[in-house]
């Protein structure tokens, strides 16, 4: 079965911080998207990228930043934390035949303080 | 523009007992719609879609969803809730245009409660 892979579960950071969340995919996969879960708000897409180096800006992608230059990586770069940045962050995947079906990572809890 | 709305926070149930979550669209055109399911401390997992062709889908833990053009809803529904499925439910439809690239808007998320 696809593994999508997050670095962290529980993440601490201080406010101006630069953040790096990591994600890794097992299935050769050529979407990969960064969501940003909040209670009531359901997942909103901040980052989506369809191949190596390509990447495309979702809903909320102001402060964040993203790097795929491997097709099984994709990283989100928080360059300057800030408290509202408070977060689980959901890494997913998919591509193939099946590609509408998403694939996600367990998640990262990332507290600014 | 596009949305999906899922109208309940959460949805109670006792265990034995049939339940319904519910999910509405806004989509230009004929929608794709997907649900997944989050239990604690977990990823989404993928449920089941509806694509075209019969408007019962049916999917993975003996769930199913209807889709219902003329009213614009998709509801989860499954005839005998177990405490198991106690999780976090969210409806999704495809982005217009995003062609396979997998791009989905979510709902907010419902929360379903069984209880034994």
């Known amino acids: 079965d696809v593994k999508v892979t997050q670095s962290s579960r529980y993440l601490v950071k201080r406010t101006g911080e630069k953040v790096f969340l990591e994600c890794v995919q097992d299935?050769?996969?050529?979407?990969m998207f960064w969501y940003r879960q909040d209670p009531g708000l359901g997942l909103r897409l901040i980052y989506f990228s369809y191949d190596v180096k390509m990447k495309e800006k979702g809903d909320i992608p102001e402060g964040y930043s993203v790097s795929r230059e491997k097709k099984e990586r994709f990283s989100l770069i928080l360059e300057s934390a800030s408290t509202n940045q408070t977060s689980m962050y959901l890494c997913?995947?998919?591509?193939?035949?099946?590609?509408?079906?998403?694939?996600f990572g367990s998640g990262t809890q990332l507290s600014v303080l | 523009a596009q949305s999906v709305a899922q109208p309940e926070d959460q949805v109670n149930v006792a265990e034995g007992n049939p339940l319904t979550v519910k999910c509405t669209y806004s989509?230009?055109?004929?929608?794709?719609l997907f649900w997944y399911v989050q239990y604690p401390n977990r990823g989404l997992q993928f449920l089941l879609k509806?694509?075209?062709?019969?408007?019962l889908v049916k999917g993975s833990y003996g769930f199913e969803a209807e889709f219902n053009k003329s009213q614009t809803s998709f509801h989860l529904k499954k005839p005998s809730a177990l405490v198991s499925d106690s999780a976090l439910y969210f409806c999704a439809v495809r982005v217009l245009g995003s062609g396979n690239t997998g791009k989905l808007i979510f709902g907010q998320g419902t929360t379903l409660q069984v209880k034994p």
């Open positions: 997913a995947s998919t591509g193939g035949s099946g590609r509408e079906k998403l694939f």
């Open positions: 989509v230009s055109g004929n929608p794709y």
């Open positions: 299935m050769d996969h050529e979407n």
């Open positions: 509806y694509i075209t062709g019969d408007n």
